[in-house]
Nanobody, 124 residues
Framework: QVRLVESGGGLVQAGGSLRLSCAAS????????MGWFRQAPGKEREFVAT????????QTADSVKGRFTISRDNAKNTVYLQMNSLKPEDTAVYYC?????????????????WGQGTQVTVSS
């Protein structure tokens, strides 16, 4: 059992940057794959980024490639999402997820544990 708590969301201007954190408790995350997803009102949950257990492999969605970077610090039991060049269309609730497989996955059903989300709002 892993508890995930996101933080770092808030209001930011278009073109600005924001760093989200996902703090895990209950178990170490060193064996888990981790992912970030987002959901805007009226839209389906969307894949953003994923990272394997060791951090050696990552994948990002085409919509955020070159702007967002996922990373992890297993010693701190924390996963990060660095978001640069933010756009109004990035506005959403961002969710952190952990998967037992340890492999980077892009689908929501590949994950076993979820945080409650943090709101990111990008003003134009």
């Amino acid at each position: 059992q892993v508890r995930l708590v996101e933080s770092g969301g808030g209001l930011v201007q278009a073109g600005g940057s924001l760093r989200l954190s996902c703090a895990a408790s209950g178990r170490t995350i060193n064996n888990y794959s981790m992912g970030w997803f987002r959901q805007a009102p009226g839209k389906e949950r969307e894949f953003v980024a994923t990272i394997n257990w060791s951090g050696s492999h990552t994948q990002t969605a085409d919509s955020v490639k070159g702007r967002f970077t996922i990373s992890r610090d297993n010693a701190k039991n924390t996963v990060y999402l660095q978001m640069n060049s933010l756009k109004p269309e990035d506005t959403a609730v961002y969710y952190c997820a952990a998967g037992n497989s340890g492999f980077a996955r892009t689908t929501w059903y590949s994950y076993d544990y979820w945080g409650q989300g943090t709101q990111v709002t990008v003003s134009s």
